[in-house]
T-cell receptor, first 113, second 116 residues
Framework: SQKIEQNSEALNIQEGKTATLTCNYT??????LQWYRQDPGRGPVFLLL?????KEKRKERLKVTFDTTLKQSLFHITASQPADSATYLC????????????FGRGTSLIVHP | DSGVTQTPKHLITATGQRVTLRCSPR?????VYWYQQSLDQGLQFLIQ???????AKGNILERFSAQQFPDLHSELNLSSLELGDSALYFC???????????????FGPGTRLTVL
């Protein structure tokens, strides 16, 4: 099955800077990769999906890259705001041919005013 | 608001007891997924139902069971509860009328279960 690694240490940045979060995976190359945001005690909220044949995807201040050679996705938030403070989870198919996502443990982002 | 509802919001019970968690999916979604999230395990997939039938199974214990009813709401039954079952339980729905989709999952607000 897929193993997903996200930095367990919180990322602290200043407001206005670009936050970059990393998602590394092992084993097979997934057909897609998703990013979710989760606030404490609340359900994850979908942000972006990127497919294996896409190198980059953007949505407003968010950008996701997908490098199947490095087995890595980077998630960027530009012009970060304190309201962006949350835990960000990446998710990939559980195994080859599966569509059920396996979630990483997430990285906590703290944006300081 | 994701459109997915879950009840109850909080549940406190004792070891050995049985509880039922309820979920109503987003309008139009036929697939319902159940997840468990604990501090040491992260978000773990338990089981998926599609239009009333079990579709995929994850790390679900034999003490746990689920079903999806004709009106598409789903229930997760947890029995012989242990201290380690204390966690947040999330329901998610997706896919509209399709069983298999790479699209996003819409999560409910969760039920926080505390086993004492």
């Amino acid at each position: 099955s897929q193993k997903i690694e996200q930095n367990s240490e919180a990322l602290n940045i200043q407001e206005g800077k670009t936050a970059t979060l990393t998602c590394n995976y092992t084993n097979y190359s997934p057909a897609y990769l998703q990013w979710y945001r989760q606030d404490p005690g609340r359900g994850p909220v979908f942000l972006l999906l990127i497919r294996e044949n896409e190198k980059e995807k953007r949505k407003e201040r968010l950008k996701v890259t997908f490098d199947t050679t490095l087995k890595q996705s980077l998630f960027h938030i530009t012009a970060s705001q304190p309201a962006d403070s949350a835990t960000y989870l990446c998710a990939l198919p559980t195994s080859g041919g599966s569509y059920i996502p396996t979630f990483g443990r997430g990285t906590s982002l703290i944006v300081h005013p | 608001d994701s459109g997915v509802t879950q009840t109850p919001k909080h549940l406190i019970t004792a070891t050995g007891q049985r509880v039922t968690l309820r979920c109503s999916p987003r309008s139009g979604d036929l697939s319902v997924y159940w997840y468990q999230q604990s501090l040491d395990q992260g978000l773990q997939f338990l089981i998926q139902y599609y239009n009333g039938e079990e579709r995929a199974k994850g790390n679900i214990l034999e003490r746990f069971s689920a079903q999806q009813f004709p009106d598409l709401h789903s229930e997760l039954n947890l029995s012989s509860l242990e201290l380690g079952d204390s966690a947040l339980y999330f329901c998610a729905s997706s896919g509209g009328g399709r069983a298999i989709t790479y699209n996003e999952q819409f999560f409910g607000p969760g039920t926080r279960l505390t086993v004492l």
